[in-house]
Each structure stands twice: as structure tokens, then as C-alpha cells.
């Protein structure tokens, strides 16, 4: 027995548009529908046995074998289960009142959104609703899904139009023809917006499209059929005095829109673009001429092609053209005799297509493209295969205000202005029968700059404050001056730079035979030509190097000048002279003289025997090396030798120089100058540093004599803030340049931290420092001695504090005694900071006196000593027992002490 339920699927809309309300009406299967559709699946069924009844899903297939079939599935906009009194629910009531009447009792009812049709195509669809539904138990059943079909055709909104070439001449209304046809389309009557729109073919807009010149909007009622004519005016491009567009061929488009915004369609194709366009004439040797057109769209046009035009606008001939799109190029060649010539020019080309989307019209069509033309005159020019160069376009003259220039230069230095002068392109016409109507058969065409190129730099303009402003994209320049004046900012690289300019004609001139309307003609259209200018960008440079100075090293430098040769291709070789500014520090650091260096056989190795004796030799710090591969070496000073003045021995564009340094804080610097040749006199500059005329030696860009590579250039030349250890008071006596410039200990060059405090001790008897390395001094163990006992003993630019002078420890037996007569293990004298020097003497007899076999006594009064020395303060220990007791301590060092430890009062 069949489950008591009944269904039925149909579509409700409003056939008119134009009455307010509009009259909704229920449609059966098989019916024509149009705009905002609403498709219903009503179930009637008997409440008890079936439970529930759902609509899972209603979907629209396209029936059309056009393209591939639109399928989907519309969203539901309400369901509703209603007893028999409520049906037909209020939101369709009077609208749907044919429901299945199996009398059943209840309903179900659900519908989709209306607005999800206005795009269906024009052609049958099938309206698909899948349900199902739940019978009573026990236990309860689900039945389905289920589904019941209708069909559909629809007939949405549409505006037919053929294309239609419209002609324009304000001057000769007879050749005139600027009416068309059009109907719009639709099963729904409603008021439609009609937008006209006409467009110059002379010319194209910013897309590439021809310009809109006139636009209108009317309210047309659908469907209907009606005709349009333009009365010439333009309101959307101005044409003074009266706004009146030039004579020409025009084209037009329509794009209807109804009350809805999605419910519209157009005339032209929306994907199909006619993106390029060129007809090449005829020639002396070629009697074709060669047409040709790039089309831009996703696929290939369905037909594509052009149309010859006379002089009077009239249709002379079309041509059917394959229909390949982007990037290959479509080609027509169409030959000369075939073109009527009685009329005399232009001609005019016009590129037509039309595009192959059925599957995007509603109506399955495929639509035009806006079309565009090209003017060509029946003019035979003099061209090179005539062998005449007296009509071939040449190049105007091209100069520059500079064509040397530095690229260490500041911008506004570096920018060249170009002069170019004016020149005409003269074209012969060779027509005899009739005669060339222009004077002597002679037109004469302007020249444009159309390209530019110049390496890495710039091509730009000047403001009127003179400032330079740099163009992103080369800006066409038309020769109608006398001089035409470009800029250009040439980079801060060296090289030799050609500036490439593309110079074109401008292939027009005004035919006097020829009424102004038809004027200006195309004459010949040369091909573009090239000419340049050159320039050299130029440096002289020398390096620097961040080394860090000692006794008896070579120091290298190089000398460029760039490029090697000028844009004439001249060597830039030039004579370099330098002059070194050296630094005379006395001796060779801190504690260490010239005489004694020079007689340590290894600290002197290299240097001439006949020098070893001359420390004078040595008294400038730097000095040019005496014998040079590139250079011959003078001295200012002839004693003692400065070794200062270096003069390149030929012309070079590359040299190294190389420096002598006699000094472990030695600095100071180059200057060199070079005569290039068509440049001048020049300094040479520190490489990569363009403002800095001199190199220096070594690199100090902070001016404290000490070079930047140190770890420690970090502060001033005279700064003495050591607080390493931290207790007592800051620095040791010995600012950041004498311990960058250093010391001789042991033997061997040593520079110190002028972070840490430092003690120099001279153990004249091996006793060693015991348990002194315990306060955390950094100490310095037998600096070169001298009779002063200094170890600051040679200063000569100011950058001393005060005299440091080192602690002599020294071995004595039995000799030492107190003021009482009682004899003492060890004794100090002087203290650092008074300026004198201290000597620490230990008793090591009387030590194994009174501490016989202690391994501790001896470290213990050694340190003990040497804190006097330091100025060690026993009486501010507040704990334990530390090497300033006066006794032996139980303990050797305390961490109390360490913080009150004091290097000077």
C-alpha cells in the first residue's frame, strides 16, 4: 500500500514588472519564467502515520549541448510544516493555489531565493528537489531521499544590437550615417536603463581602448525595439569651441541594467580586446601591404579580420583574418593593385573580432570587441633603397656640458647637462602621375626623442628651483625647439658611460593640397635611429688599513685611478706624488730606546748593518720605504732623513706605495695628488670614504692617535680610568695611549689593558712576586730597565699622567733593620704615586731564621712588601689575616682586604 503522502515541484514569478505591486504567479512544469524565480516543493501527506517530511536540497541543471551544462544548487530561503487551515502560508498566499490535493491533510513547504536565477541562460533547465520523510513505527522508518523533477525554460534580460561602423562629418553632412537599431529582450516586462555609449576610432584612451566621446542613458521598457541617432556632440571628451566631435569613423556599445543590480546584460564582448594594431605600406621592392593585429582574450576569437575605408569614409572592402589571440601576431597581406588609390588618402585600416564565450551569454552568443583603425596614406616616399642618403633621417647633434666627472662627487655634481640640437627629417614623395602636391615633393617631419639609455644612472628634468628630478620611465621629447635640454645623474660607480638616445620621426606633415580637415598625412615612417654621447666617471682613490703599528713593519697602499682609459679611449695614466705626515714619538715605545733596539739581533733583523748605528735614521715614525718598484723616494728633511716625498717614477693608473713604521704607537697619514690627463690636478681620496683627501696610517676616524682595530679604542688619548680592580682610586697612571703604544717586559712588546690597573715589577733576583697576584692587580714582570727606573719614560705628545715608575725587588742577606735595631725580613722605600721609585728588599736569611722550612714566609713578606709598594692598607681590614699583618699570617689573603686595597693614596 502506497505510503499516504503526495508531492508537487513548481516555479513562482512575476510576469510584469511595471505595476507596483507586482503579480507573483504560480508556474507548472514546462513554463517560461524570467528574473527573480522561486522554486516550491509542497508535500501534502497524513499526519500520524508519516512523521516528518524534509526537502534536503533543490538544484538547476542546464539542458544545452552549447558548453558544459550549468548544474547547482539554490539555497533555501524557508520550510515550513502547516495544518490544513494555514495553506498556503502568508509570504505566497494567492500566489501558489494549486498544491497537490490528495487530502492528506497536512503540508510541508519549502522554497529557495529568488534573486539566485537572474543569471540563467536563455534554455530549458531541469528544477531537481531531493526529500525525504519518516514513517511511524515501531520501530520508525526514513524513506528516501526521493526526488521529483520539472523543467523550466527561461527567457532573462538581454539587448540585441549588430555592430555598425558609424561616419561623422560635421563639414559634409551627405556622408553621415550615425543612427542604429537595437531591442532589448525578455519573458518579464519591466523598465529598463539603456546606456549608449560612442567612441573615437581616431583615438585610444589609457587602456588602449577607443576614447568615449559621448554618453547617454535612457529608460527603455522590456522587450521592445528601438533606434538610436548621435547629432555629433561630445560630452565626455571636450572639443572646443562647441564641443562638436572631429570628422571620423565612430563605433558604439549598449549596456542595459533592469531595477536589479544583477539582472543586466552588454552589447561588446567583455573578455576580447584588439590589444595591437600596424599595416606596413607598400615599398619599392614589397607592392604589399602587410596588416597585422594581436589579439588579447583567454581563448581564441571566434572570427577576427579588417575593413578598408577611403577618404570619404565609405566602405571599400573587408577582409576575413585568423583569430589567434596573445602573443602571437594575426597577418592579412593584401596587395597594392587591389586597393583603389582614385580617391587619394588616408586610407583607413579597421580591426574587427568577435569573441567565442557562448558559455557566458545568456543568450549563447558570441560578442564583438570594440573595434579600431589605422590611417594610412596612398603616398610613395624616397626610401634607403633608393640609395639616396639625402632622405634618410640622421641624428641631431648631441653635446654635454662635462664628460669627465668624479664619482666621489656629491649628487648634484655628478648631474651632465645634454644639449640636443633641433633637426628636421625630410621625406621625398615619388608620385609623378598626379604630381606630389608638396613643395619640391619634400615633407618635412619633426625628430622625438623616444629612448634613452645610460647604465646605472639617471635620466631626469630640473625644477624650477634647479633641483634634479629623476624619471622612472623615459618621456617622449619632440625636437621643436632649437636645443632641447635632458639631465642626467650619472652613478657613483666608475666606468665609461654611453648615453644611447633612440631618436624616431614623426611621420606627418600637412599636404597643401589637401583640405585641413584632411590634415596632417602620414609620410614616410623612417625607422628609428640611434646615437650616443660618452662620458667617463673617474676616481683616484687610495687605501687605508686599520693595522696595528710596531717597530720594523712594511706597511702597503694602493693607488688607483678609474677607469684605466676615457670614453676616447686615452690611458688616464697620470704622475702621483704623496707626501707622508709621520709622528716622531721618541724611541720606539713607552721603556724602549732606538739605540738598544737596534742592537737585538732579532728585533733589528733586515735593517742594514751601516744603519744599526744611526738611530737617528729611525727618529720618524713612518717613513716611505727607500727602495720602490713605482715610486723614487726624497726627504724634506734631509737629517734626520724624513723619507716623506714620493714621486711616481712614470705615469701609472694603479701603484702600491710602501711605508716603513719604526714606532709601536706611530700614526699618521698620506696625501696624495695625481695630473690626470683632460682632468687636472686631483687628490686622491681614502677609498671608500669620498670626503677624506688623505689616508691615514692606520685608520683613527676618532682622532686619539690610536687605531681604530684596537680592542680597547674605546676613549680619549689622555684617559687613565682603569678601575680593574675596583677599590681605591681610578687609573694607574697611564693613559689609553701610552698603554696602546705599550711596553717592553721580559724581553718582548707587550701593550696593556687600560681597563686594568697595572703594576710593573722588576725582580732583579728571581724571587719571584709570592703571594702579591692575590689583590687582583694585573702586574707586569721585568719591564726594560733604565736608570731612571721609569717605565712612562719617553712621552713626547702630551699624553702622559703622571710617571709610573717600576717596583725593583731585589734579594739582600741580613742587612735590613728596623729603626730600633731590630733586624726585619724585608723593607720597602718610595711608594707609586709619589713620583719616585720604589724598592722592595727581602731578608731571605733572616726569613729561614725565623721561619725555618715554612714554605709560606717567603711569598708572604714578598707580597707583604710589595703592598707597601702599592700602598696596601693593613689598618682598614676589619676581618681575618692578610699579607699586610704584621706578623706571619694565619691566612695569606682575605676577600675583605681585596676590596680595601688601594694603588695610590
Not at 522587450?223 to 572631429?246: K, L, V
Request: proline share 8%.
Amino acid at each position: 500500500m502506497a505510503d499516504p503522502i503526495s508531492v508537487d515541484l513548481h516555479a513562482r514569478w512575476a510576469p510584469d514588472y511595471t505595476i507596483s505591486p507586482p503579480s507573483w504567479q504560480c508556474a507548472e512544469g514546462g513554463a517560461t519564467v524570467a528574473g527573480e524565480v522561486e522554486f516550491h516543493f509542497v508535500a501534502n501527506y497524513q499526519a500520524g502515520p508519516i512523521m516528518q517530511v524534509n526537502c534536503q536540497k533543490i538544484e538547476i541543471i542546464e539542458q544545452t549541448d552549447v558548453h558544459t551544462p550549468d548544474s547547482r544548487v539554490l539555497e533555501l530561503a524557508f520550510a515550513k510544516t502547516l495544518p490544513p487551515p494555514n495553506y498556503p502560508p502568508p509570504n505566497i498566499s494567492n500566489h501558489c493555489s494549486n498544491p497537490p490535493s490528495a487530502g492528506f491533510g497536512m503540508y510541508y513547504i519549502c522554497a529557495t531565493k529568488k534573486e539566485q536565477t537572474l543569471s540563467c541562460h536563455n534554455v530549458a533547465y531541469k528544477v531537481r528537489a531531493t526529500y525525504q520523510y519518516i514513517l511511524a513505527g515501531p520501530p520508525p522508518r526514513v524513506v528516501g531521499p526521493l526526488t521529483i523533477e520539472r523543467t523550466f525554460i527561461f527567457g532573462n534580460l538581454i539587448v540585441i544590437a549588430q555592430p555598425k561602423i558609424l561616419k561623422w562629418d560635421p563639414d559634409n553632412p551627405a556622408i553621415c550615417d550615425t543612427t542604429f537599431s537595437y531591442s532589448l529582450s525578455s519573458a518579464q516586462k519591466k523598465n529598463c536603463s539603456v546606456t549608449i555609449n560612442i567612441h573615437n576610432l581616431d583615438v585610444l584612451d589609457n587602456e588602449g581602448k577607443p576614447l568615449l566621446v559621448y554618453q547617454t542613458t535612457l529608460t527603455n521598457p522590456c522587450p521592445g525595439n528601438y533606434s538610436f541617432t548621435w547629432d555629433g556632440t561630445a560630452n565626455q571628451t571636450p572639443y572646443p569651441p562647441n564641443n562638436i566631435a572631429p570628422a571620423g569613423l565612430y563605433t558604439f556599445d549598449i549596456i542595459v541594467q533592469s531595477s536589479c543590480p544583477y539582472d543586466g546584460d552588454k552589447m561588446r564582448s567583455s573578455a576580447l580586446k584588439i590589444a595591437g594594431h600596424e599595416v606596413n605600406e607598400p615599398t619599392e621592392e614589397i607592392t604589399k601591404y602587410e596588416i597585422k593585429y594581436l589579439l588579447q582574450d583567454t581563448k581564441k576569437a571566434s572570427q577576427a579580420g579588417v575593413e578598408l575605408y577611403d577618404i570619404d569614409l565609405g566602405s571599400m572592402m573587408s577582409l576575413q583574418g585568423p583569430s589567434e589571440i596573445s602573443p602571437t601576431w594575426n597577418n592579412i597581406e593584401l596587395e597594392e593593385t587591389a586597393v583603389d588609390m582614385s580617391k587619394g588618402g588616408p586610407h583607413i585600416f579597421l580591426f574587427w573580432a568577435i569573441d567565442d564565450h557562448k558559455e557566458t551569454d545568456k543568450a549563447h552568443r558570441c560578442k564583438p570587441a570594440l573595434e579600431v583603425i589605422d590611417k594610412k596614406h596612398v603616398h610613395k616616399w624616397k626610401t634607403e633603397v633608393n640609395k639616396s642618403d639625402e632622405f634618410k633621417m640622421t641624428p641631431p647633434n648631441i653635446t654635454v656640458d662635462k664628460e669627465y666627472i668624479r664619482a666621489s662627487d656629491d649628487d648634484k655634481d655628478r648631474i651632465v647637462k645634454i644639449t640636443i640640437a633641433k633637426k628636421e627629417d625630410k621625406d621625398k614623395c615619388t608620385l609623378t602621375d598626379p604630381a606630389c602636391s608638396f613643395p619640391n615633393g619634400v615633407a618635412k617631419n619633426l625628430i622625438k626623442v623616444v629612448n634613452g639609455e645610460g647604465g646605472t644612472g639617471k635620466f631626469g628634468e630640473l625644477d624650477a628651483e634647479g633641483n634634479f628630478i629623476p624619471w622612472n620611465e623615459w618621456k617622449e621629447i619632440e625636437l621643436k625647439d632649437d636645443y632641447t635640454y635632458i639631465y642626467y645623474k650619472c652613478p657613483d660607480t666608475t666606468g665609461v658611460i654611453t648615453l644611447t638616445f633612440t631618436f624616431d620621426d614623426i611621420p606627418m606633415a600637412d599636404d597643401p593640397a589637401k583640405p585641413q580637415r584632411l590634415n596632417p598625412i602620414n609620410t614616410f615612417d623612417d625607422e628609428p635611429i640611434t646615437a650616443d654621447v660618452k662620458l667617463t666617471v673617474w676616481d683616484f682613490t687610495i687605501g687605508e688599513i686599520s693595522l696595528m703599528p710596531s717597530w720594523n713593519t712594511s706597511i702597503n697602499l694602493i693607488l688607483k685611478i678609474l677607469p684605466p682609459k676615457d670614453h676616447n679611449g686615452n690611458s688616464l695614466s697620470a704622475p702621483m706624488q704623496l707626501v707622508l705626515y709621520s709622528s716622531m714619538e721618541p724611541e720606539v715605545c713607552k721603556n724602549k730606546t732606538i739605540s738598544s733596539i737596534l742592537q737585538d739581533p732579532n728585533l733589528s733583523l733586515g735593517i742594514p748593518e751601516d744603519k744599526k748605528n744611526k738611530p737617528w735614521d729611525f727618529m720618524w715614525d713612518l717613513q716611505f720605504t727607500e727602495e720602490q718598484d713605482d715610486f723614487s723616494i726624497s726627504s724634506t728633511i734631509s737629517y734626520p732623513p724624513q723619507r716623506n716625498i714620493a714621486n711616481s717614477k712614470e705615469p701609472k693608473t694603479s701603484a702600491y706605495i710602501k711605508i716603513d713604521c719604526w714606532d709601536y704607537g706611530a700614526h699618521g697619514y698620506i696625501v696624495a695628488q695625481a695630473n690626470i690627463p683632460n682632468i687636472g690636478v686631483v687628490l686622491a681620496h681614502a677609498q671608500n670614504k669620498p670626503k677624506k683627501y688623505y689616508a691615514e696610517i692606520p685608520v683613527d676616524e676618532n682622532d686619539n692617535y690610536i687605531s681604530d682595530s684596537w680592542a680597547y679604542d674605546n676613549g680619549g688619548a689622555n684617559d687613565d680610568d682603569d678601575n680593574d680592580p675596583s677599590y681605591g682610586t681610578k687609573g694607574d697612571g697611564i693613559s689609553r695611549y701610552d698603554e696602546y703604544r705599550g711596553f717592553f717586559a721580559n724581553g718582548v712588546h707587550i701593550r696593556t689593558n687600560p681597563n686594568a690597573k697595572d703594576v710593573f715589577i722588576y725582580d732583579e733576583n728571581n724571587l719571584g712576586i709570592g703571594y702579591f697576584s692575590k689583590t687582583g692587580l694585573t702586574y707586569h714582570l721585568n719591564p726594560e730597565p733604565n736608570d731612571d727606573h721609569k717605565v712612562t719614560r719617553y712621552d713626547s705628545t702630551g699624553h702622559l699622567g703622571y710617571d709610573q715608575f717600576y717596583i725593583r725587588l731585589k734579594e739582600v742577606q741580613n742587612e735590613l733593620f728596623d729603626p730600633e735595631g731590630n733586624m726585619v725580613s724585608g723593607r720597602c722605600t718610595g711608594f707609586l704615586g709619589e713620583n719616585v721609585s720604589s724598592v722592595c728588599q727581602i731578608d731571605t736569611a733572616h726569613l729561614e731564621l725565623l721561619y725555618p722550612g715554612s714554605p709560606d714566609a717567603k711569598p708572604w713578606i714578598i707580597a707583604h712588601e710589595l703592598g707597601h709598594a702599592v700602598t696596601l692598607d693593613w689598618r682598614e681590614c676589619s676581618v681575618g689575616w692578610c699579607i699586610m699583618q704584621q706578623r706571619y699570617p694565619r691566612y695569606i689573603y682575605c676577600e675583605v682586604c681585596k676590596s680595601l686595597i688601594k694603588l695610590h693614596p
